[in-house]
């Protein structure tokens, strides 16, 4: 999927365009609170997956889906 829009920042704020579903998220990797990925446990099998496939953070409601199918 092309992104039309790119990423941005507002603040220290930094907004993603999911390469998975396209949607625009709140990526809070790189900021002083902790993004809300970081609550999700996904197995080394399917974070492998993963890095294989995409280039950048995928939104949360895609690493969830994915990880119920993974599982």
């Known amino acids: 999927m092309d992104r039309l829009i790119s990423d941005f920042q507002i603040g220290k704020n930094t907004f993603k365009s999911c390469p998975r579903c396209g949607k625009m998220f709140e990526c809070g990797a790189k900021s002083d609170i902790p993004c809300v990925c970081f609550s999700l446990?996904?197995?080394?099998?399917?974070?492998?997956?993963?890095?294989?496939?995409?280039?950048?953070?995928l939104c949360v409601s895609c690493l969830t889906e994915l990880n119920k199918a993974h599982s």
Not at 41 to 57: A, R, V
């Open 41 to 57: 446990t996904l197995s080394f099998s399917l974070k492998k997956e993963l890095k294989k496939k995409y280039q950048d953070c």
